[in-house]
DNA sequence: TTGTACGCGTTATCAT
DNA sequence: ATGATAACGCGTACAA
């Protein structure tokens, strides 16, 4: 292995002097510089990240640390991320906490254990603690924490608002919300925006709160439609919770955009293509990521005590066919 | 920051016992053990990741080269790396190369700069050059390379085969193929698989090669509905390709498993919950990254040189709607 | 069984 | 502008 020791040799100067040229430091002359590129390139001379990482005591890594992979909203954020990162010159550790604190726990306990330069976080709860962390840089994103840092935030309520409105002005009468569980504080935004539209019409408010998964989607709806006031359209929180809406409404001969409206948050891939074409609420997945990533590499630069910033995005209503109501 | 000197000074030993003491080394006396233990957590000590990486030039990292994260394939091997690496002290980077050979070679480079201690990859080509990791263990998966390295792969063209033949034994009586390009293995080995199936039958063989991509999938349902001779059932060699395929079908009022038959490869997420149920060919996913996973953590473990080995996974056949035929 | 002392490859400080 | 050298914190060969 080739060291910094062996091109100071081969380019006849010191190793600080190497040192100082393969990082550009303009203190050294311009011909002693190229010199010694010419000699690190000739050896295939490789700087050791392991050595630099001790003596700078920290690395050129961020964790990202997710609250579920299969989501595409979280792979979506996780492209705007290393997009972002890769042009600072940082590589992305992706760590899946699967919404379970303990998982959660001890990816942040190795962020900091390795020292990573900065830390992007979805947390599971607000209560999330980052003290494992100790002092690492560290931008949230999705649901902000019971302390102050930088976050990354989206309209949700807002969002909620406008989807079942727009529900409403298509002509249906008895929108439902199925979003999910209550300790999830999105879930309950999006519940608080479908309430808020409700707010001074005289429709009977119905919300199920579920686990964000496909089959509670489907149960659900089953309980909503055999109901004593069944919903003739419904506002769903997500992605994977639309799925199970979808399957429950087909089985029984239910046609969205036809015989039940429908629209849900989170534009999934299969959103668009299947019939009829699902109508949503997108959320600004790869520019949050973006966002975040910016965020932290500011943080990272300016060391000193800064006031933590929020940033808000805000969300895109994506009419398709599902929450159009015929005749 | 409390670095080993201070265990040992407080527990009144050499930092080397200390060392020996906190790696479980049974050379220790154990009451003395104890007593280092005890002072460690006494004073929160935390070992230092990147000194220990710089002494033994190698992290606990592993670096997960994958080319499309948004692929919910991709993502369920990511989940059986990950929990694997997990149980074996590993952290995972899982880096996102996109189809791009100067993303995945920029990953592969900083991979073996920082020395990360394994790499699981699906390389983009055969061709992928891998010198950059120099000796770094490597794991291949879903493609194999021109290379001898330790690869886990899955039976695509018997899965294909199987496929096909389920759309005979329906009754369908001209299916055709939608796959990926013709440089992507992967997409030759299932239009293969869907040759031999038809081989010793009358039925003429239609192939489309598209990208992976679901307007693709339409754009080649298009074209082969329009052809001279229109097939009746569609064999598809990847989940995104199914998406426009049966937005296209839908958009011409055909309907899969009564009008037409359809048989996907991979098991989305969502394949299960649309109207009707997608058949699939489904491949274990999770189990083609434990399995990768576990042969790294043997090749690390056996530092010497050892003949290259080869995992080949089954894929499963799941009838659902698509695929059948009434009447 | 324990301790001393050196080395891992860089970067940064301090002379020159 | 350049060079010698001291850290960075840990693991381990060697000596005791």
């Known amino acids: 292995m080739v060291k910094i020791s062996d091109v100071a040799r081969e380019a006849g100067v010191s190793v600080a002097t190497v040192s100082r040229a393969l990082n550009n430091l303009d203190t050294v002359r311009p011909d002693l510089a190229a010199q010694v590129h010419q000699a690190a390139s000739r050896l295939g001379y490789r700087p050791n990240s392991l050595a630099r990482n001790l003596r700078k005591q920290s690395t050129q890594v961020w964790a990202l640390v997710i609250s579920d992979i299969e989501n595409p909203f979280f792979t979506a954020v996780a492209r705007g991320v290393e997009d972002t990162a890769q042009q600072n010159g940082y590589s992305v550790m992706l760590c899946n906490s699967d919404e379970d604190p303990e998982k959660e726990a001890r990816y942040l306990s190795v962020a900091g254990q390795d020292r990573v330069a900065g830390v992007i976080l979805s ?19 999705d649901r902000a924490l019971n302390a102050p840092f930088d976050v990354v ?8 608002e ?34 808020q539209a409700l707010r001074g019409t005289e429709i009977e408010a119905q919300v199920k709160h579920q686990p964000f998964r496909s089959p509670d989607g489907a149960v659900a709806t089953a309980a909503l439609l055999d109901g004593d006031n069944p919903p003739d359209s419904f506002f769903v929180g997500n992605a994977s919770l639309a799925l199970g809406v979808l399957a ?18 989170d534009d999934a891939p299969w959103a668009p293509f299947i019939d009829p ?22 943080r990272i630069a300016n060391t000193g005590p800064r006031a933590p910033r929020e940033v808000n995005l805000a969300t895109t209503l994506i009419f398709r066919e599902s ?5």
């Open 277 to 298: 074409p699902i109508s949503v609420v997108a959320q600004p997945a790869y520019d949050i990521g973006v966002q975040a990533a910016q965020l932290l590499v500011e």
């Open 162 to 195: 406008q989807a079942t409105r727009h529900l409403l002005e298509q002509g249906w009468q008895r929108p439902a919300c199925i979003t999910g569980p209550e300790d999830a504080e999105t879930a309950v935004e999006r519940r608080e925006g479908y309430l």
């Open 123 to 141: 947390p599971h709860s607000a209560s999330t603690d980052v003290s494992s962390l100790n002092h690492i840089p560290l931008v949230v994103i």
């Open 323 to 327: 929450s159009r109501k015929l005749g």
């Open 248 to 265: 429950e409404l087909s089985r029984r001969g239910l046609k969205p955009g036809t015989d039940v409206g429908l629209i849900s948050f």
């Open 153 to 160: 935030l989206v309209h949700s309520r807002l969002g909620a």
